[in-house]
């Protein structure tokens, strides 16, 4: 019988980023987006949204790498309990990291199990520092953005209260770019984080799933 944890990870990943997509269109329909674009002048939101785009691109494919893992040890689970012993699979027909796992039947694989869930852990590693970065970015943002606004009242000289106006405006334009960048890193650091959450909560099940595995079909004891 399929395990909840064996649905098709691909699948719920486009669900997810379905979701994040409409919410960007629902930003951009409201003139959100649009509006704080056009008001940074740093053009740091531009820095922020082209890395998310580019680590969620990153985060999809590596949902549909750790799905096809999932998918082909579920097979060979159902295969093994099937027949009570590691079934003989030939090497072409498992993914790079369970075929290892076929050449180690009948020894020790636990060294190889720990392996190969620092190898998948590894690959998530880019997406936590991307996250970091855009959160970071984001309080750059916030910095430029006060600069800014603080530049106008330096090269005003002596207080003129017809110019107040004009100092005001553009105080405000600097102050825009400082919200409006914190808004964008913390949106898509925080995102991010979520998505990868998912990523990390699928490898462990998937670690865990490979460990119990080796130990009833591959270890010494194993039939």
Wanted: hydrophobic share 50%; net charge negative; glycine share 10%.
């Amino acid at each position: 019988m399929s395990r909840p944890q064996d649905s098709n990870l691909t699948l719920r990943a486009l669900i997810i980023l379905g979701v994040i997509a409409f919410a960007f269109y629902l930003g951009t329909e409201l003139g959100l987006i649009g509006a704080g674009l056009e008001a940074d002048r740093s053009y740091l939101s531009y820095l922020i949204l082209g890395l998310y785009f580019g680590a969620t691109l990153h985060w999809l494919w590596l949902a549909h790498a750790l799905s096809a893992e999932r998918q082909r040890l579920a097979s060979l689970e159902a295969a093994a309990n099937a027949r009570e012993t590691l079934p003989e699979l030939s090497e072409g027909s498992l993914p790079p990291l369970l075929a290892n796992l076929q050449k180690k039947a009948g020894g020790d694989a636990s060294a190889l199990v720990g392996a190969v869930g620092d190898d998948l852990a590894n690959r998530h590693a880019l997406g936590h520092f991307l996250s970091d970065v855009l959160l970071k970015l984001g309080l750059v943002g916030t910095v430029v953005g006060f600069i800014l606004m603080l530049l106008p009242v330096g090269e005003f000289g002596a207080f003129d209260p017809e110019r107040v106006p004009e100092l005001l405006a553009a105080m405000s334009a600097g102050m825009s770019v400082a919200l409006y960048t914190t808004l964008a890193g913390l949106v898509t650091s925080t995102l991010l984080k979520a998505q990868y959450y998912l990523l990390d909560a699928s490898l462990a099940r998937f670690v865990n799933r490979l460990v119990v595995f080796t130990d009833v079909h591959m270890g010494p004891d194993a039939s």
